[in-house]
């Protein structure tokens, strides 16, 4: 193409000087008819003789192989049918100014406007032997006393051509039997074809029910690197013959890579395919599949032991079995957005482990529906729940939302980020565990089971878009209060229907016996024991806090594996070398008393004042800042205040235990 630019730029004729058998053209004199290959040895020597050659030098130039016959490609000049798109790409690009086309991400406008503002007429036709035919016929007179007696026209048929040519030639009976018409022999180009796609899917040009039912589109969701060649062009085509834009929003994902970051290429030998992720395979087996693609002509051999090698570096244990829904979900955890999606199979196999999560949490619950009839909470009953109960739900809630936040946004890394934290950790590791000691009370039992029940299907709902195949199955084996035919026709958790449950005060509350027992864990840890017996006292001069820490004992015990603590107000007066401590907020302190003397990791400690400082400088630079107090609400600058309080008790906190 830039050497055609440069000949018309001079004025230059465009000529062709190899035929397609790969002979010299018959304006090429003295060489016509001969090979391209003997041409280029017997030129070197005419030039010798001629005394005209000046010497040769390497030159680096990319040569084009055919992959099958692996003989050199030669780009030949030949007619060729094109559409002039200027009009049509003006269309284009002033339905997404105008705000009557979406693109998603939205730098991808700036890339739109840059092809469409700058296209060319565009080349539609193919000379090749499958595709869809070009609808144009050469239709000629042999009465060459007719003029004019030769023209092209467009025709949905040889008939249909011929009555058009008959009516713009201008002949008469006798002349239009003497009429040939032969239809072209090349193709359309698989772009223009599948720009039709979304309309002629639907049965255009006949306007039927399917047509007025679902065109135009809604969504279209596909790869950004091909933005131009499919979607601008359904675009200026959708327009220009259905007078509509062919769909109001367009949200593109970025091109898969290997977990190096690295493009699927058949000759790293990290392409994988997703039937291996879903049913697993082992090594011998993925390097027998390539060497099968090189009998079927797929890859040469070269490639096949390049692939070969990177198989063997990068699944040396072949390629676990993760299913399909936890290669679903995989993908759906990685911002589409981003220009790459680093694909890894380790991490498809920890969402298999999230499965079985799943599937035993419904066990668990089926198990609690043997024990006690549940009784389905409500917002009306809340003053009658335990706070582990309002706990869960107004977590819950805010699950919900963020669930519903991120789909509206197509951000569905945010989805299954927000679904996996409810489902792993705030249900199963935390609500599922208070439930084994409430289950045992026949009082708390009903109200305990109906509200483990109900989240549990929740979750199966939000989830069932992600993960359709486990969902459903658990979904039926739940007795709901009513239940569809299927999950994927059910009502989808809703914000505002989930929005009364919400409870800022309850979570306050519960994650401050949510941070005393990771600071008891991460003390238990820096001792390396399982000692179950270990004496911790929970200090805190806050009445409300000691109440809660209280009440919550139980639970707290479970969760920590911790069966000896103790709520109190002051410092055990027994502190050895043997008692380790660690702060929770500004006023609340924890100390384990071990059987041996345990050195504190100071490497620890600080990393933790370093966290709590930084935080703080953060803070302070924000709220100093100029125009902070006139610009900011009053109620986030006293948000920022109480924040900048409590850090700073926390690391007076710290600062005594340490001394």
């Known amino acids: 193409m830039i050497d055609l630019e440069v000949s018309k730029r001079h004025g230059l004729d465009s000529i062709s000087v190899i035929t397609e058998e790969g002979r010299m053209e018959s304006n090429c004199g003295v060489y016509s008819g001969m090979k391209r290959f003997e041409v280029r040895s017997k030129l070197l020597e005419d030039l010798h003789t001629l005394k005209l050659f000046r010497g040769k030098r390497d030159h680096s130039v990319q040569v084009p192989f055919c992959t099958r016959s692996e003989d050199v490609v030669e780009l030949l000049l030949k007619p060729q049918w094109f ?83 008959t009516l713009q030639l201008h002949l008469d009976d006798n002349q239009a039997h003497k009429l040939t018409v032969v239809q072209d022999e090349d193709v359309l180009d698989t772009w223009f074809s599948s720009a039709l796609f979304p309309f002629s899917a639907l049965g255009w040009p006949d306007q039927d029910q399917d047509y007025r039912q679902f065109y135009p589109l809604s969504v279209l969701e596909t790869g950004h690197d091909i933005l131009f060649f499919w979607v601008a062009r359904m675009v200026m085509l959708g327009t220009r013959l259905t007078h509509q834009i062919p769909f109001q929003k367009v949200l593109l994902h970025g091109v898969l890579c290997d977990a ?25 087996e993925l390097q027998q599949q390539s060497h099968m693609s090189v009998e079927a002509g797929l890859l040469s051999q070269e490639e096949c032991d390049k692939a070969v090698s990177g198989q063997a570096k990068l699944f040396p244990k072949g390629i676990p079995e993760c299913g399909t829904d936890a290669l679903r979900f995989t993908l759906a955890s990685h911002n589409i957005k981003h220009h790459q999606i680093s694909f890894d199979v380790s991490e498809c196999h920890t969402n298999r482990l999230l499965c079985n999560k799943l599937w035993q949490a419904t066990k668990y619950t089926l198990m609690c529906l043997d024990k006690a009839t549940p009784e389905w909470p409500t917002i009306n009953d809340k003053h009658k729940m335990s706070i582990e109960q309002r706990w869960v739900l107004s977590r819950l809630g805010t699950a919900v939302a963020e669930v519903n936040t991120a789909l ?32 045992k009370d026949s009082a708390t039992a009903p109200l305990t089971c109906g509200t ?39 009502s989808y958790p809703c914000t505002h229907e989930w929005s009364a449950w919400r409870d800022e005060e309850v979570e306050s509350e519960v994650q401050l016996v949510l941070n005393v027992v990771s600071a008891i864990r991460s ?17 805190s001069k806050s009445n409300n806090d000691r109440q809660v820490l209280t009440h919550l004992l139980a639970v707290m015990r479970r969760l920590s594996k911790c069966h000896d603590i103790i709520i109190c107000t002051e410092e055990p007066a027994d502190i050895t070398l043997s008692t380790l401590a660690d702060t929770v907020g500004p006023s609340c302190s924890v100390y384990l008393t071990t059987q041996v003397g345990v050195l504190r990791d100071d490497k620890k400690w600080s990393k933790k004042e370093r966290r709590l400082l930084k935080e703080l400088d953060k803070l302070v630079k924000r709220t100093s800042s100029v125009g902070y107090k006139d610009k900011t609400p009053s109620h986030v600058q006293k948000c920022q205040a109480d924040k900048m309080k409590a850090i700073q008790l926390e690391l007076e906190k710290m600062q005594e235990l340490h001394e």
């Not at 792993?424 to 000691?437: G, N, Q, W």
């Not at 003390?523 to 929970?538: E, F, Q």
Request: net charge negative; hydrophobic share 35%; glycine share 2%.
């Open 83 to 165: 559409i002039r798109c200027k009009q049509m790409a003006e269309e284009a690009a002033a339905a997404v100014q105008d705000g009557q086309l979406q693109l998603e991400p939205a730098y991808t406008e700036k890339i739109w406007y840059n092809w469409l503002y700058n296209s060319r007429d565009w080349c539609v036709s193919r000379q090749l032997w499958w595709g869809h035919r070009i609808p144009m016929y050469h239709c000629q007179v042999e009465d060459e006393s007719t003029r004019p007696h030769e023209l092209w026209v467009a025709a949905l048929s040889e008939d249909h051509a011929r009555k058009k040519a």
């Open 260 to 284: 190096h970051g690295r493009k699927m290429s058949k000759s790293l030998g990290n392409v994988i395919s997703p039937e291996n992720v879903i049913t697993g395979i082992s090594l011998e």
């Open 523 to 539: 003390l238990r840890s820096k001792c390396r024991t399982t000692d179950t017996t270990l004496t911790v006292h929970v200090v």
């Open 408 to 439: 509206e946004k197509a951000d569905f890394h945010s989805a299954t980020q927000a679904i996996r934290n409810f489902l792993h950790y705030e249900l199963c590791d935390i609500y599922l565990e208070s439930t084994k000691l409430a289950m």
């Open 452 to 490: 483990l029940v109900h989240c549990l299907e929740t979750t199966l709902l939000c989830l069932s878009p992600f993960m359709p195949y486990i969902t459903e199955e658990l979904y039926q084996r739940l007795p709901l209060r009513s239940k569809t035919d299927s999950i994927t026709v059910a």
